[in-house]
């Protein structure tokens, strides 16, 4: 039983080899799922980055309604330097 399921095992090992080696000589497969790959890792890169500013301007907004003392003077100062640098 044991030799049958090494044998098993070893064939399917050569299997997965040969059509690998397949995969990577085929051109347009390989280019096709690295586009692919690509985009969804943009769109992930995209999504990620939404979800991150959203919770960066919620948490801002959550701040500045608290009226702390050190984030009010900080928006002060950074709505001055717009108001000068537009003029």
């Known amino acids: 039983m044991k ?3 090494e044998s098993l095992a070893e064939k399917k090992e050569r299997d997965s080899l040969a059509e690998y080696v397949q995969y990577l ?3 347009r497969r390989l280019l096709a799922t690295n586009f692919l790959a690509g985009m969804m890792r943009g ?3 995209a999504v990620g ?3 991150l500013g959203a919770l960066v301007v919620v948490l801002v907004r959550w701040l ?3 009226n702390l003392p050190g984030i009010g003077k900080f928006f002060a100062e950074v709505v001055r ?3 000068r ?3």
């Open 49 to 51: 980055f939404s979800l």
């Open 3 to 5: 030799r049958w399921a």
């Open 64 to 66: 500045a309604l608290e």
């Open 43 to 45: 769109l992930g890169f």
């Open 81 to 83: 330097m717009v108001q």
């Open 85 to 87: 640098n537009l003029y």
């Open 25 to 27: 000589q085929d051109r």
